[in-house]
Nanobody, 125 residues
């Protein structure tokens, strides 16, 4: 079956950096677009960043543009999220997500075909 396993979350201070990883199995990774979402307590799950299969096109939500970078390795079946200049408002559970078709815009949760289990990121001020 399809599995998406995130890692790399943790506790950081304002201005710090963290790198999230997501390893994918059970599908032809290079044929799928990938994305990161996040969900803060009491809020809806929101799109963070997306990347196409190849050649890699990327798209970011306005809230993270210029601070976060999404990348992927089709040889490792992995997608990454480099998060720089972290802010307390970045605190959330971060989810890896995938769908076959690339969409250059803010994905909605209903567009996602498979989800990871999530990894917690906490940024203290």
């Amino acid at each position: 079956q399809v599995q998406l396993v995130e890692s790399g979350g943790g506790v950081a201070q304002t201005g710090d950096s963290l790198r999230l990883s997501c390893i994918v199995s059970g599908l032809t990774f290079s044929s799928y677009a990938m994305a990161w979402f996040r969900q803060a307590p009491g809020k809806e799950r929101e799109f963070v960043a997306g990347i196409s299969w190849s050649p890699s096109s990327t798209y970011y939500s306005d809230s993270v543009k210029g601070r976060f970078t999404i990348s992927r390795s089709n040889t490792k079946n992995a997608v990454y999220l480099q998060m720089n200049t972290l802010r307390p408002e970045d605190t959330a559970v971060y989810y890896c997500a995938t769908r076959r078709s690339w969409y250059r815009g803010d994905w909605t949760p209903s567009m996602v075909e498979h989800w990871g289990q999530g990894t917690q990121v906490t940024v203290s001020s």
